[in-house]
């Protein structure tokens, strides 16, 4: 039994839909199993990272485990989260771990690298009885998908950093190579630093995403400031939002496009058009 935790968002759903299509024993851990849906076969559980007892539930007879959190960095003295899921996989005895981390994790001295090496420590520490792989994408094309309201409404978008370039991936192909690091031993002990095949900016993927829907759409972009009163706003810690606002101005990190995506799918990892092309249907108004 594989447990796959964030089993309802962008890369934990296409997760779950590639390991029941292979045949592979699914748990899907969501704290709306009621709501969820899910391919036939597929087990819903009820799981929240704030009770154990749940966690327990969801963990207990499983072999193997994919481990994400959306606990906000800063929202809690560390990533409490992930280290709640990571002693219930242990528990239970898992004996394959995959964990969804993030670019350059552990690297730094910020609150984001703070947080996010304590996560993956959480995995990897050598007391663990299983097998982990490290999986580190940057941006995902799917964070396209907050336009859609706008999209919906009118054909203008405002968009802070509009000008920064990402080498965005597709959280099919992530999945793709979770389904792999968790169905065999050939990713064990491994760290996978992971991108898509082109860098784009935000108003790039814009005008990809005009030409697939077919509609004159336009980008308005936000100056820095407004980018961090709206992180402000949002309830994001100071200390995050000037990490934030220092990595993705002062920083090119994330730009790049980085060869292991391809080499692990053996195939070209799937371009922002393509992805587009998959959810046309989400900006319909």
């Not at 002990?189 to 860098?199: D, F, I, Y």
């Not at 706003?233 to 730009?255: H, K």
Request: net charge negative.
């Amino acid at each position: 039994m594989i447990v796959v935790t964030g089993a309802t968002g962008h890369v934990g759903g296409e997760l779950v839909r590639r390991l029941a299509a292979a045949g592979e024993p699914v748990r899907a851990m969501t704290r709306r199993p009621a709501e969820a849906r899910l391919p036939q076969g597929v087990q819903a559980v009820y799981g929240d990272a704030e009770d154990p007892a749940s966690l327990e539930a969801a963990f207990t007879g499983a072999s193997g485990a994919f481990l994400m959190s959306a606990q906000g960095v800063g929202t809690a003295p560390g990533p409490t989260h992930d280290l709640a899921l990571a002693e219930a996989a242990a528990r239970a005895g898992v004996r394959r771990v995959v964990k969804l981390s993030v670019l350059d994790a552990g690297a730094g001295s910020d609150v984001i690298a703070r947080w996010h090496a304590t996560a993956e420590t959480a995995v990897t520490d050598p007391s663990r009885t299983w097998s982990w792989t490290l999986l580190r994408p940057g941006r995902f094309m799917s964070n396209a998908l907050q336009w859609a309201g706008q999209l919906r409404a009118g054909d203008e978008v405002s968009m802070p950093f509009a000008d920064r370039p990402a080498a965005s991936i597709d959280p099919a192909d992530l999945a793709e190579i979770a389904a792999r690091a968790l169905t065999t031993d050939e990713h064990a002990g491994a760290t996978h630093e992971l991108s898509g095949p082109q860098s784009l900016t935000p108003v790039e993927e814009l005008s990809i995403l005009a030409d697939v829907l077919d509609r004159d759409l336009h980008a308005r972009p936000l100056p820095p400031e407004a980018a961090r009163a709206g992180m402000e706003r949002y309830g994001f810690p100071p200390e995050v939002v000037d990490a934030i606002m220092q990595r993705t101005l002062d920083s090119d990190r994330g730009a790049d496009v980085l060869p292991a995506a391809a080499k692990l799918l053996g195939r070209p990892a799937r371009t922002f058009a393509e992805w587009a092309a998959a959810h046309a249907g989400a900006f319909a108004g």
